[in-house]
């Protein structure tokens, strides 16, 4: 994800060139999905944003259009150093809470620290998150909702049916996936 790229460069010491490069990128996908989303209208006009994810990309998607409609110069997004950083959580009272602190502090899904949050193994939250993230079978990596059931759900579909003649766990993965595919388009032999 591009928000992610661009405040990743920001915090990992990147050197000046890649932190514009990367800032160049988001604002070039953010034109891009404003254009697909409301064809004629420039990004710069105010426009209306659906929220996505119940996680890191609304409220990020929701700043970069807040700025727009506010005025502000391009829609660039805030530079990681434009504010004091913020101090990592050493506790969390639910799951989803958990979830939310390892994606800001860590970029992804972390077990092993969302377990440290809640004082807990990950056998015991894990229910709690049931289609809120999702184990990739490819990977053996845990995804959110958003960066799981997006991309080539086809072939992910493929993957977890297949994933799921062994391993039961992916039954989830199948049945989600199923409800994200799109329409085949008239004359697609798919």
């Not at 970069?64 to 506010?70: F, K, S």
């Not at 434009?82 to 809470?97: F, G, I, L, Q, Y």
């Not at 992916?170 to 595919?181: D, I, P, R, T």
Request: glycine share 6%; with cysteine; charged share 30%.
């Amino acid at each position: 994800m591009r928000v992610r790229d661009c405040l990743r460069s920001q915090m990992d010491g990147s050197d000046e060139e890649q932190v514009v490069e990367a800032r160049q990128q988001l604002n070039h996908a953010y034109d891009r999905v404003c254009g697909a989303l409301w064809p004629g209208q420039s990004s710069r006009q105010p426009t209306r944003l659906r929220r996505r994810s119940r996680f890191a990309v609304a409220p990020l998607a929701g700043e970069l259009q807040r700025r727009n409609q506010a005025g502000d110069q391009g829609h660039d997004f805030p530079r990681a150093d434009d504010s004091s950083p913020a101090s990592p959580s050493n506790r969390s009272a639910t799951p989803k809470e958990a979830l939310l602190v390892s994606l800001n502090e860590h970029g992804r899904v972390d077990l092993d620290h969302m377990a440290g949050l809640l004082n807990k193994p990950a056998e015991e939250f894990l229910p709690d998150l049931k289609g809120i993230i999702f184990l990739n079978p490819q990977t053996n990596q845990w995804e959110t909702d958003d960066q799981y059931l997006s991309g080539n759900v086809r072939e992910k579909l493929a993957v977890a049916d297949a994933a799921a003649v062994t391993d039961a766990r992916f039954h989830e993965n199948v049945e989600a996936l199923k409800s994200v595919q799109p329409e085949d388009l008239p004359g697609d032999g798919n």
